[in-house]
């Protein structure tokens, strides 16, 4: 199964990247991508930001059967690059020469990889990302949380 790691978090080499770097270790032929080194827009209802990196890389997300989305837990949510993200996946809705693209989800797994000085995810970032992704076709795989220290 081709599977992509979609990260994002402030600090590049943080526990996210940690995370997400030795899950791409573990499974052959992973590839990963950290959002935070594009430049991805926030979404806009005329889709003014057309020429941003966003639509390329969804372009290749949907090149893989498997796709992991990995953040920490930033105010009982993903980071604001992963929900640009998210909220961007919109235009293949909204556009009809995009929704053809769209479909290629239908099908896909995903998983997601949380991180935080918490035991546990909080359930509403994991819902926004699982309804969304189940609206979208996609079959979940699995969730697994990190659990790290606080640093100071």
């Known amino acids: 199964m081709k599977t992509i790691v979609i990260y994002s978090s402030a600090n590049r080499h943080g526990n996210t990247a940690t995370v997400s770097e030795n899950y791409v270790s573990q499974h052959e032929g992973a590839d990963s991508v950290y959002l935070d080194e594009l430049v991805i827009h926030d979404y806009s209802y005329d ?16 090149q893989y059967d ?16 992963m929900k640009a993200f998210f909220d961007r996946i919109t235009e293949f809705m909204d556009d ?4 053809a693209s769209l479909r290629q989800l239908r099908g896909k797994r995903f998983s997601i990889l949380t991180n935080s000085i918490s035991s546990a995810a909080p359930a509403p970032m994991l819902e926004m990302m699982i309804k969304t992704c189940e609206y979208l076709g996609m079959k979940e795989q699995a969730h697994q949380h990190f659990q790290f220290p606080v640093s100071i």
């Open 96 to 99: 009809d020469a995009l929704k």
């Open 66 to 81: 498997h796709v992991v989305f990995s953040s920490p837990v930033y105010w009982y949510a993903v980071t604001p690059r």
């Open 47 to 62: 889709h003014r930001h057309k020429e941003d990196d966003f639509r390329r890389i969804f372009l290749q997300v949907l």
